[in-house]
């Protein structure tokens, strides 16, 4: 462990510039207490393949650190602007009323990349610090104690809500996922949000006090119900309706993939229908005996739902299941920082089934304003201001690539000058595994099973070869002795 260590200046985030207003005709800024109405709809975009450049672009044109992702310039392929494609949602939520407050969340200049399939990961690792920044730039804005917040989050969006939940002190209404990627083809590609490893952290459920978490899949999603923890999870499987974008694989995956939201979007349009957001607390529906599983399957009636039967646990599932957590401490990892000491560090060890980092944060002293940020691994994963205490829910950090080995855990102590008289201690660092934890992405994993995937092909073509010749030869063999 080091501490004292020479770092590079590090200024404070300033996450209440990336939060916009959305009334119906436009985006507006949003400033310190300036949100007062009872309920509050926060809606987070997800990864923006093909984007980079454009951000980066404007954003130096611009003189600003980065672009928010309704700014007009952005354009896709087929001309159509990036905000275009939440738009119907926006305006859905801001249609119902004065007392509805609808925000957007941007990351764009973190989740934007080329438009390589292969860069997901590089929008899914910055989804844990963005959750911390959204949880801040509520904080900072809401002036309504009793505000009734809903987390809604698209494709990555949707683990920067998770995140985002965890953080806060009082805990949002509903967290709503729309395509959230969990399914085994997102973890093999990098994209997978690893939902499951931190949404039992808000403890989910249906009675008041407790988080409504209800997830809506059209391609690359996963249930979440049968996982443990999370039974009050609600979980819906949609089937894309409509007609998909001419014959280009992609962007008929990225329209099935951007359905969620057309479809969450008409269930606020027409929520007497009382599913989707006809069902939300913040609609005034009862969610208590909402059935776990539900399923679209009528393209020409979309809101129509049908329940899915619940399937018997098999004893192998019983038995993961009761395993439960394990949680090691790790000695001699605790981290003290103040104005002369701002930056410490220290070297962790983890093995297969490691997924989270959990501590305790103590802060005395100073004014408040002090941040907090903890990197893994050289990313910054985790952020806090003093004045607003994380509750143990959100003090952790994900090992999201599921690398073992070791990993590097940074801190970082940001005050307005050296008088500060603020001291913060990182105390009982543990590291949490399962037994059942599936694994997340590295090239290493990729790597071999592309290498693992070609070899058994290739050999199953082979032996098909082998065989076809074989059965070749006999039947010339067969013909010559006739």
């Not at 349009?269 to 913040?282: A, I, K, N, T």
């Not at 907090?372 to 985790?382: E, G, K, M, R, W």
């Not at 952020?383 to 994380?390: C, D, H, K, L």
């Not at 660092?429 to 099973?449: H, N, Q, Y």
Request: charged content about 20%; aromatic content about 8%; glycine content about 8%.
């Amino acid at each position: 462990m080091t501490e004292g260590m020479q770092t590079r200046h590090h200024s404070a985030d300033e996450p209440l510039r990336r939060l916009s207003r959305f009334d119906g005709t436009g985006f507006h800024p949003v400033t310190a207490d300036s949100i007062q109405a009872p309920f509050v709809h926060v809606f987070v975009h997800g990864w923006q393949p093909g984007f980079w450049l454009q951000e980066r672009f404007h954003a130096v044109g611009d003189l600003v650190a980065e672009l928010p992702a309704w700014d007009p310039r952005l354009i896709d392929p087929t001309g159509r602007t990036l905000s275009s494609y939440y738009l119907p949602l926006l305006e859905a939520l801001a249609g119902l009323g004065e007392d509805h407050c609808v925000l957007h969340y941007s990351w764009l200049d973190e989740s934007a990349t080329d438009a390589d399939l292969i860069l997901a990961y590089r929008s899914r690792q910055a989804t844990q610090n963005n959750g911390r920044r959204l949880a801040m730039a509520l904080q900072q804005g809401l002036s309504n104690p009793d505000a009734r917040i809903q987390l809604i989050g698209h494709s990555h969006g949707s683990a920067v809500a998770v995140h985002a939940a965890a953080a806060l002190e009082r805990a949002p209404e509903q967290v709503t996922l729309l395509d959230a990627p969990d399914n085994r083809l997102s973890r093999l590609s990098g994209a997978a949000n690893l939902t499951d490893v931190v949404l039992p952290r808000i403890a989910p459920g249906r009675t008041d006090g407790r988080t409504f978490v209800d997830s809506y899949t059209s391609v690359f999603g996963s249930p979440y119900h049968r996982i443990p923890g999370l039974s009050a999870v609600v979980d819906v499987v949609l089937t894309p309706a409509g007609k998909a974008p001419d014959h280009n694989v992609v962007r008929a995956v990225n329209w099935a993939h951007l359905y969620a939201v057309e479809w969450y979007a008409r269930s606020v349009r027409e929520s007497g229908h009382g599913v989707g957001y006809g069902w939300s607390p913040l609609a005034g529906a009862s969610v208590a005996r909402l059935h776990p599983s539900y399923r679209s399957l009528w393209p020409l009636r979309p809101l129509e739902l049908t329940r899915m039967p619940e399937m018997a646990w098999k004893p192998w599932q019983q038995r993961v299941a009761a395993r439960g957590l394990r949680r090691g401490r790790i000695t001699g990892a605790d981290l003290t920082l103040d104005a002369h000491k701002p930056a410490a560090a220290v070297i962790l060890s983890s093995l297969p089934g490691d997924g989270l980092i959990e501590f305790g944060l103590e802060v005395q002293g100073g004014d408040g304003s002090e941040q907090i940020q903890i990197d893994l691994d050289a990313l910054t994963v985790f952020v806090a201001e003093a004045r607003y205490p994380v509750p143990a829910s959100g003090r952790y950090v994900m090992l999201a690539d599921g690398r073992a080995g070791d990993h590097l855990l940074t801190a970082r102590l940001i005050t307005s000058g050296p008088d500060s008289q603020a001291q913060v201690r990182i105390t009982g660092v543990t590291i949490v595994s399962w037994p059942d934890a599936a694994p997340g992405f590295t090239f290493r994993r990729l790597a071999l099973t592309t290498f693992t995937s070609g070899a058994v092909s290739g050999s199953l073509a082979t032996v098909a070869t082998g065989a076809g010749l074989l059965w070749l030869r006999r039947q010339l063999r067969s013909l010559l002795q006739r």
